[in-house]
């Protein structure tokens, strides 16, 4: 029988663990179909920025965040007030890492754009290159003409014979 277990980050105690029905899978399709396709044995996958990667908590934060239930820094910016304000210092936390998930999107917007800008320009490059081969294929029988094929002498006009 599959089971559904719904964690709430910052709260410890609260969270649904119960069989899943037909709407649980509905509501979480993304998350069921990555239940399916995991091997047995295997850890879920934790979507996000792990806290212990962000350099502003340290090694004890991670560890007691994670035994709330937060586990990356979206879940930690996420997070709802009521459940923030059991902890000291949580709210300049919780704005720190929206404020850091904000950088980092724009952050990749730049580098989405940069990457499509040096694509373009490798597409620029290449067709200036066609070109230089298609101009140089042009004059190359042009060339080749004028030295095969010097002028023949016409021949002498029987009029001028006369």
């Known amino acids: 029988m599959e089971y ?6 910052g709260n410890r105690n609260s969270g649904v663990c119960r069989p899943a029905k037909p709407r649980d899978i509905q509501r979480f399709p993304r998350h069921y179909q990555a239940f399916k396709n995991r091997v047995e044995g295997e850890e ?4 996000g920025t792990l806290l ?4 502003v908590v340290t090694r004890s934060m991670v560890e007691e965040l994670a035994f709330y239930n937060v586990k990356t820094v979206e879940q930690l910016a996420n997070m709802s007030d ?4 059991q902890f ?7 704005i720190k890492a929206q404020q850091w998930l904000d950088a980092a999107k ?22 200036q290159a066609q070109i230089e081969e298609l101009m140089a294929a042009q004059k190359a029988p042009k060339a080749k003409r004028k030295k095969a094929a010097p002028k023949a002498k016409e021949p002498d006009n029987p009029l001028d014979e006369e």
């Open 4 to 9: 559904i277990d719904i964690k709430i980050p």
């Open 44 to 47: 879920d996958k934790i979507e």
């Open 52 to 55: 212990a990667e962000w350099p």
């Open 82 to 85: 009521s459940n923030s304000q």
């Open 88 to 94: 000291m210092g949580m709210t300049s936390l919780k």
């Open 106 to 127: 724009e952050q990749k917007a730049a580098t989405e754009l940069q990457s499509e800008l040096d694509k373009r320009d490798e597409q620029i490059a290449a067709m």
